[in-house]
């Protein structure tokens, strides 16, 4: 079956650096996508990943190993207004995007 | 980005009626839309996939009778939550895609929450 893993909660620091993992197995590989949602809003798009590597905007980046089924989204230079949950999405061979359950970060101060 | 318009953004009713929520892509031409449905502190659940001028698609456990989705045309799709209960109260999320080419990122509307009471 189709499976998306992710920590269901992480706490993180002002100013710190915070690296959410997650973990993929799908039917077909179409790329994968990182969202931001926070609480009562849509969720908004933050990073797409179809090749291994690193993707580097801004304080986010964004990191790719297609053989070990594997990303990570990568925040620097925590701010407050970064506490959200952050969904991890794959894209099937039949271009559906399979969602994880997302990750709630804390940010303290 | 492409901009996805959801309306209403927010809507009270009484248990019984139905109510209609429209997902409009403002800049592309959506082939496909998605309808997602989000309880309080859970992830998106996928309820139903429709491509434009076809019968959408409905995950298990969805019943196609009591949330009926149409997409005529490629800027625009409906869900109607018909005979909503209590238990109908979520956040509904609509998102859209375009050429898959172009597209492969999904824009998402902006959220409905539905309180029936």
């Known amino acids: 079956g189709q499976n998306i893993d992710q920590p269901t909660e992480m706490t993180a620091t002002e100013g710190a650096i915070v690296q959410i993992n997650c973990t993929y197995q799908?039917?077909?590989?179409?790329?994968l996508f990182w969202y931001q949602q926070h609480a009562g809003e849509a969720p908004t798009f933050l990073s797409y990943?179809?090749l291994d590597g690193l993707e580097e905007k801004g304080r986010f980046s964004s990191f790719l190993s297609r053989s070990k089924g594997y990303s990570y989204l990568l925040l620097k230079e925590l701010q407050m207004k970064d506490s959200a949950s952050y969904l991890c999405?794959?894209?099937?061979?039949?271009?559906?995007?399979?969602w994880g359950a997302g990750t709630k970060l804390i940010i303290k101060p | 980005g492409a901009v996805v318009s959801q309306h209403p953004s927010w809507v009270i009713c009484k248990s019984g009626t139905s109510v209609k929520i429209e997902c409009r892509s403002l800049?592309?031409?959506?082939?496909?839309m998605f309808w997602y449905r989000q309880f309080p502190k859970q992830s998106l659940m996928l309820m139903a996939t429709?491509?434009?001028?076809?019968?959408?698609?409905?995950e298990q456990g969805v019943e196609k009778d009591k949330f009926l989705i149409n997409h005529a045309s490629l800027t625009l799709s409906t869900l109607t939550v018909t005979s909503a209960h209590p238990e109908d109260s979520s956040f509904y999320i609509c998102?859209?895609?375009?050429?898959?080419?172009?597209?492969?990122?999904?824009?998402f509307g902006q959220g409905t929450r539905l309180t029936v009471v």
């Open positions: 999405a794959c894209m099937d061979s039949n271009y559906q995007l399979i």
């Open positions: 998102s859209a895609r375009g050429d898959r080419e172009r597209y492969t990122e999904a824009f």
């Open positions: 429709s491509n434009e001028g076809s019968k959408a698609t409905y």
């Open positions: 800049d592309f031409q959506a082939t496909t």
């Open positions: 990943n179809v």
């Open positions: 799908t039917s077909g590989f179409n790329g």
